[in-house]
């Protein structure tokens, strides 16, 4: 279904005189309102295939109804996120769950929609019905090497299917590793996924990027072969020029130093993308600010100040994807939020004072320190968020808008009240 632009024309005429009254306000609070509202215009961020439907956990799964059947339907739900708020044009593709059976299609109904091929997903972390060999006891690290072979080839063909659509990144993320002491050889398993990824990393175009995603752990319990950000980092310099580390914000051992992460990797022009989402225990995938906005806020500061100090295109230098699921919320409201709370994040470290932190820190003034920060992050930017989606063509209030058009109902009506997106 498609969002008539008559119906977000109506919503903002409603909310207009409200926006303008809270716009004004904190145009005159901030200093530089303007450059904002126009980096958060040109902000995008990447909406995966897979977070469409209902997730579930191994316990269970509730569908919601009305989740997409196919790729067409993931793009057109896309579609729709990005008519309402206008940050959401670009998909990120999981294969095989979203095979493009017809590849120009689908470029062409994405571009109908305004939404670009990011990073392309590979997955040799399932067996899939069919597949010659077992993952059971890894895949680039396999101890059998026509299981390796099969797994450097999956991610060929991933590659191939990125070409055709246009995007211009891989993102591996490997699940391999052990859940008991003494399953593995540390050393030959980095060794194995090493000489896997160099296959893979050959295959890569010349303008590609290949992103190596870490996790702590899960599915394996007791090593993760690519574990960490070192880990990571180890593969992606070995690798070469190409290769970067991508962060996922939930893959982390409870407390880490994400922000920190983060600002060593940027110097050492080393990162390459971002996975979003909010945790409390693990690797929860809940919606993006939902559970710790000030850590948020913190990574974005590092984001900015280290992506400024580089002299980086914000919107366009690194990888911005969110990858959340979750069980008890309709998706697409879910994403809303998720797009909304990085949009204001990153609006909140683009308030930060730069000087005035700069001379606080070669002062050792740490009561300053905080003060600017806390003083952006307690800024409130919806405003601002908000005009820069108005001056897109979206609308002022997207998550109002899709609940007061009604739009899961209509989708359950198109697609039937039972149906169960691929994915998680
Ligand atoms: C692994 C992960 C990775 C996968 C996605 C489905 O936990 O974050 O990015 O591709 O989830
Ligand atoms: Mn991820
Ligand atoms: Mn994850």
Wanted: glycine letters at 8%; hydrophobic letters at 40%.
């Amino acid at each position: 279904m498609e969002l008539e632009k008559y119906k977000i024309e109506a919503h903002n005429d409603d909310a207009l005189q409200t926006h303008n009254r809270r716009l004004a306000f904190v145009a005159a609070e901030v200093e530089n309102a303007e450059a904002i509202i126009q980096k958060l215009v040109d902000f995008q961020v990447a909406i995966p295939s897979w977070a469409l439907g209902t997730g579930g956990t191994r316990f269970g799964r509730f569908s919601g109804g009305g989740e997409p059947r196919n790729l067409e339907e993931k793009i057109a739900d896309i579609g729709l996120l990005h008519a309402l708020n206008k940050s959401s044009g670009a998909i990120s593709l999981h294969i095989p769950w979203d095979i493009p059976e017809n590849t120009t299609n689908i470029k062409a109904l994405a571009a109908q929609y305004g939404i670009q091929f990011d990073a392309m997903n590979s997955n040799t972390f399932q067996d899939q019905p069919g597949q010659e060999l077992s993952y059971k006891f890894g895949s680039m690290q396999h101890v059998d090497k026509a299981v390796r072979q099969q797994a450097i080839d999956h991610n060929i063909e991933v590659i191939k299917y990125g070409q055709a659509l246009g995007s211009n990144s891989l993102t591996v993320w490997l699940s391999d590793g052990s859940c008991f002491p003494g399953q593995l050889n540390f050393r030959k398993a980095f060794q194995n996924t090493l000489e896997s990824l160099q296959q893979v990393y050959a295959a890569l175009p010349a303008d590609w990027k290949m992103f190596v995603e870490y996790k702590a752990f899960e599915p394996n319990f007791y090593s993760t072969t690519v574990g960490d950000w070192g880990q990571s980092y180890l593969y992606a310099s070995k690798l070469g020029d190409q290769a970067y580390t991508l962060v996922d914000l939930g893959h982390h051992l409870p407390n880490a130093n994400i922000e920190q992460i983060v600002a060593l990797l940027l110097m050492e022009g080393k990162l390459g993308g971002f996975h979003f989402n909010d945790s409390k225990y693990g690797d929860d995938d809940l919606t993006v600010g939902s559970i710790k906005p000030y850590q948020l806020f913190l990574i974005f500061n590092e984001l900015v100040e280290g992506m400024d100090a580089k002299g980086m295109n914000h919107a366009t230098d690194l990888g911005w994807m969110i990858d959340a699921s979750h069980n008890v919320k309709d998706p697409l409201e879910d994403l809303l939020q998720s797009v909304e709370a990085i949009m204001i994040t990153y609006a909140q470290a683009l308030l930060v004072d730069r000087k005035k932190l700069a001379a606080a820190q070669a002062d050792n003034d740490v009561v300053t320190a905080q003060e600017v920060l806390q003083q952006a992050f307690r800024t409130d930017v919806r405003a601002l968020v908000a005009e820069a989606r108005l001056r897109s063509g979206g609308a002022l209030q997207p998550l109002a808008l899709y609940r007061s058009a009604d739009i899961r109902a209509q989708l359950i009506k198109q697609r039937g009240a039972k149906t169960v997106a691929t994915g998680l």
